[in-house]
């Protein structure tokens, strides 16, 4: 038995010797392929074991392996390598970085940076984004992709949408910054979505702040296009061709809808409009013949659209070139003179005149032509009784077309206009020029590691527009006596001078960059306005519209200068490629302020943790870094410090109180000094941000995650003054926003099925933290307002909460606030806050914010060969809407209605618990601010569907591409509001007033057929 033991014990020390001698040591080293440099922390395992070590900080490693095993190399951002062991061996290996989101090269301000190096919230929007859209500004083109930026379109051709980046935190300007190129811009509706190469969305205070006092509401980072080094040239033609038709259209009360609630009225005036339609256009009582619906009338039922681009681009080995062309038409849905034209050219050229000098320049032309329509026909339409036409011949004083009259079924003039007859007595056209040219030159001073740049940036814009009155008539207040046209030119030269330099350099693992920059800027304006009437004896023709034609002739002239001075530098630093650092300091003048200077800092951290060692052997997370960031920013996009110093004498000023003055009867006059003046200074941003940025699962999900607190201090406002004095604007409030962001994406591939799938959600807070004192400050429209309080949203919208309609009579008498004010059945009941049994003031409340508190967007993608399929939702939710367009019922209260409206009327107990009764509607009890004009204007969007199929145009293999495509923008919304559309911008009618809709453009559907060729 013991022998046995031993012949056991020798045979397995023979099978370890044996094991031992077909074991050999590996080491080596592990680079980047690209620059050569070391890669800390790369994972190498024997394939199908759980054998391995990770490089050392000089990306070295020794491993005994089994000879013949397979080494696998893998390091989040590059693509994993396999090697086969034969001997002992010094290995080399070069991994090529892996076309990953964490390693795509970002714009930031005055550079560029890899996504995994940032440590702050940026958004990059790849150009096949923004194609995707058929819409004539590139922001439309973004609605719904970016979490945290809110996008609100205008359906007018060639209009400006709405951009606001996490939240509102001033009434003067909610827009971000754009900077094309190095230059800065208030909207970049002059750009062509083709010539756009690059778009990176600058969210927190830390990326922005190197931008300083022109980023307070973030920065929109845009690169058009360029060439290549020794790439041949590409040309590539892409356009599009289609048409928009009205999208949720609104449904109003038809003839008899209205006849039936005047009728129901029983007033003696709404009866004899009913009469009179149906005596001189036929029909009876309920049962009229005429029946128009305006909104039909002023609306085409398609409009077409259309886009055509040509690209040239390429580049030898010491230049690189980009040309383009971009026309673009855009018909709007008014059914009148409505269009928007625009002519791109677009070009580069970068040339290596030396090893260490690098010259350049970029220039951007554009020239549109745009006629705007007569938004004021949209509330007209609304307003307008259907029972009488849009032309009558028996209004033989209408000239020169014969346009009905309201006045024609009992209306008093200036009741309620003709919208068709609004629409098309209107002329406004705009001529923009805009030219953008960038000249710069770049330095290698030292080696790659001290690089000057020079870059000179300029933007000229020539506005010239044009507007005609015709002599016209359709009653005494739709009318004018005499033509007239007034024009007005402007004229904007703005410059931008940027120096920097750039020191980059690596230390062993560590790895520093500084800039050091100086900008120099002025901005001027100049208007020259001018008017005139035209007599009868000049024919309505544009050859005409001159003012030397004119009689009356009224003349003004205009002028404003801006300049701006600012120092900056921003130094970034990271260890292993594992702990990330970022400061920035920029210090602004504006000529704006009193107070010249202005100072903001910012500072940034990221720590990459899945390259820790106690991450190594986890399988959930393939990338994860964490990113803490805090900035302050300014802004001067506010009014310039004005006012002035009165001097007020008379009686009323006298001192002298009970007397009549001296011995000979006079009056003693007494003298006031009153000064207004508006001492005011930056708007302060204070923003901190905390994210993860995240790949699981092999890359096929990737993320973000934000929470983000932005105070806004300093925030001007325009308060109320004591003693009757006029309001002034000032530095009064303190405005905090916050929320989170998320964003996820996947992408996989299953046999020839590729798909992706992906969203993101943000969260809005917007809060009034101070008023420096004051309760409260009112804004909007004085009989529908809002208010801004401490504690609650910026402007919100404020007046009683309607709590049901009175039923019947003895609710009436049971309730002493109906006794008081004389209410009857059908009327609505308010609810009586402080309990103390009288309707007043203290019982208005807070209706909602138009801010909404969740925005989102999803995206889903697929491929099958050469087939591809894309369909983008997005929405938002939380937010309210002031519905004027029925509130105007306040002045007009026999105005018509939307068909939701008009057909639940309450008709008698029972009926509704909503809506007040036909008679009801003409009383200013049920016509006052309150949640019943308060809507809900939450929404899910079908943004985009896209079906696109790509082939070759030939089989030689340098046969030119080609991609057809199917596109549907906008097709469907899902929604409450009983508007046109639940997309409501600022309204210049309403002072502060985002969310009153009013005039609203309705927002359009397009579809489109589109085609890319590619030579």
């Not at 980072?221 to 590409?234: A, E, H, Q, R, V």
């Not at 302060?684 to 905390?690: A, F, L, Q, R, S």
């Not at 007046?799 to 049901?804: D, E, L, N, P």
Request: aromatic fraction near 12%.
């Amino acid at each position: 038995m013991r022998k046995k033991v031993w012949y056991m014990l020798l045979l397995l020390s023979f099978i370890s010797l044996q094991v031992v001698a077909q074991s050999v040591s590996v080491s080596g080293v592990v680079r980047d392929a690209e620059n050569n440099s070391t890669l800390p922390g790369v994972s190498v395992m024997v394939k199908g074991t759980s054998q391995g070590v990770p490089t050392d900080l000089n990306g070295q490693f020794t491993l005994s392996v089994p000879k013949g095993a397979t080494l696998q190399f893998s390091y989040i951002g590059y693509q994993t390598q396999q090697l086969i062991v034969t001997s002992n061996e010094m290995l080399n290996v070069k991994l090529q970085p892996a076309s990953t989101a964490m390693n795509e090269v970002v714009v930031v301000g005055y550079g560029t940076s890899k996504a995994k190096d940032l440590t702050a919230p940026i958004s990059v929007v790849k150009p096949e984004t923004l194609m995707q859209r058929t819409v004539s500004s590139p922001m439309d083109a973004l609605q719904g992709s970016v979490a945290g930026v809110q996008v609100t379109t205008n359906g007018s051709p060639g209009s400006s949408p709405s951009v606001r980046i996490r939240g509102v935190g001033s009434i003067n300007n909610t827009g971000p910054l754009y900077v094309v190129d190095g230059m800065f811009y208030d909207n970049i509706d002059f750009l062509n979505s083709s010539d756009i190469q690059s778009m990176s969305i600058l969210k927190d205070a830390s990326a922005a702040a190197i931008y300083g006092v022109r980023a307070a509401n973030g920065v929109v980072i845009i690169t058009t296009k360029s060439g290549t080094l020794d790439t041949p040239t590409k040309v590539t033609y892409s356009g599009y061709a289609g048409f928009q038709t009205p999208s949720n259209m609104l449904k109003m009360a038809n003839g008899s809808q209205y006849a039936a609630m005047e009728l129901a009225k029983g007033l003696t005036s709404d009866v004899a409009h009913v009469t009179l339609s149906a005596q001189k256009f036929g029909g009876s009582g309920n049962n009229p013949t005429t029946s128009t619906n305006w909104y039909d009338q002023i609306l085409r039922k398609s409009a077409f659209t259309q886009s055509h681009s040509i690209n040239v681009s390429g580049g030898s080995d010491k230049m690189t070139f980009s040309f383009g062309l971009n026309y673009l038409y855009q018909n709007g849905i008014m059914n009148t003179q409505n269009n928007y034209n625009r002519f791109n050219i677009h070009a580069q050229t970068d040339y290596q005149a030396y090893k260490w000098l690098k010259l350049g320049y970029n220039v951007v032309l554009s020239n549109a032509i745009l006629y705007s329509p007569n938004n004021a026909a949209f509330a007209y339409a609304y307003a307008a009784s259907p029972l009488y036409p849009v032309y009558d011949p028996n209004n033989t004083l209408a000239k020169p077309i014969d346009y009905a009259s309201s006045t024609s079924i009992g209306f008093s003039n200036g009741q309620f206009s003709n919208p068709v007859a609004a629409a098309n007595y209107y002329y406004n056209k705009t001529n923009i020029l805009e030219i953008l040219p960038t000249v710069f030159a770049e330095a290698n001073i030292w080696d790659n590691k001290l690089v000057w740049k020079t870059q000179l940036s300029q933007s000229y814009t020539i506005d010239r527009v044009v507007g005609y009155t015709p002599q016209f008539f359709v009653d005494q207040s739709q009318m004018s006596s005499l033509a007239g046209v007034a024009k007005e030119q402007d004229y904007y030269n703005n410059l931008v001078l940027d120096n920097t330099l750039t020191y980059k350099d690596q230390f062993g693992q560590n790895h520093l960059s500084v800039l050091l920059g100086n900008s120099v800027r002025t901005e001027m304006m100049q208007q020259a306005t001018e008017s005139a009437s035209l007599p009868s004896t000049i024919a309505n023709t544009t050859e005409n519209y001159y003012i030397h034609n004119g009689i009356g002739i009224n003349a003004n002239d205009n002028g404003s200068q801006y300049n701006g001075l600012s120092f900056f530098a921003r130094a970034t630093y990271d260890y292993a490629s594992r702990y990330l650092l970022t400061a920035t300091m920029r210090a602004d003048a504006s000529s704006k302020f009193q107070q010249k200077w202005g100072y903001f800092p910012s500072i940034g951290a990221g720590w990459i943790m899945s390259e820790e060692k106690f991450m190594a052997h986890q399988h959930l997370f393939d990338y994860l870094k964490a990113r803490v960031s805090w900035g302050q920013l300014g802004n001067d996009a506010v009014p310039p410090s004005n006012g002035f110093m009165s001097m007020n004498s008379g009686i009323g000023y006298s001192g002298i109180y009970g007397s009549s003055g001296t011995a000979n009867g006079a009056y003693v006059p007494g003298y006031v000094s009153s000064n207004f003046f508006s001492w005011l200074t930056w708007e302060v941003v204070n923003e901190w941000d905390g994210g993860f940025d995240f790949s699981m699962f092999h890359q096929h999900l990737n993320g973000t995650v934000d929470y983000y607190n932005r105070v806004t201090s300093n925030a001007v406002l325009n308060s109320p003054q004591p003693m009757g004095a006029p309001t002034l604007l000032g530095n009064f409030a303190k405005i905090t926003n916050s929320g989170f962001e998320l964003t996820l994406n996947w992408k996989d591939k299953i046999g020839d099925l590729g798909y992706s799938i992906g969203g993101n959600i943000s969260t809005l807070k917007n809060t009034v933290d101070n008023l420096h004192g004051l309760a409260y400050i009112m804004g909007g429209k004085a009989e529908f307002p809002n208010i801004s309080e401490p504690g609650q949203p910026l402007n919100s919208f404020y007046g009683y909460k309607v709590v049901g309609v009175y039923q019947n009579a003895a609710q009436i008498a049971a309730d002493p606030i109906a006794v008081a004010n004389g209410l009857k059945p059908g009327d609505f009941k308010y609810a009586d806050v402080n309990h103390d049994g009288v309707l007043n003031n203290s019982d208005n409340v807070l209706l909602g914010s138009y801010l909404p508190k969740i925005t989102y967007g999803m995206n889903l993608g697929l491929t099958y060969k050469n087939f591809e399929l894309n369909i983008m939702l997005q929405g938002q939710a939380g937010n309210k809407i002031l519905n004027m367009n029925r509130a105007n019922r306040l002045w007009y209260s026999d105005m018509n209605g939307d068909a939701q409206l008009v057909t639940h009327l309450w008709t008698g107990e029972g009926s509704t618990n909503s809506y007040p009764s036909a008679l009801g509607t003409t009383k200013g009890w049920n016509n006052m601010a309150s949640s019943f004009f308060v809507e809900s204007g939450s929404y899910l969007r079908v943004q985009t569907i896209q079906l696109a199929y790509s082939f070759k145009l030939g089989n030689a293999p340098k046969a030119p591409s080609m991609r057809i495509s199917f596109t549907a923008d906008r097709p469907l919304i899902f929604t409450k509001y009983s508007g046109f559309t639940p997309e409501i911008g600022y309204s210049q009618a309403y002072n502060w007033g985002s969310g009153y809709d009013t005039q609203t453009y309705p927002t359009a559907s397009t579809y489109s057929l589109g085609w890319t060729i590619t030579y």
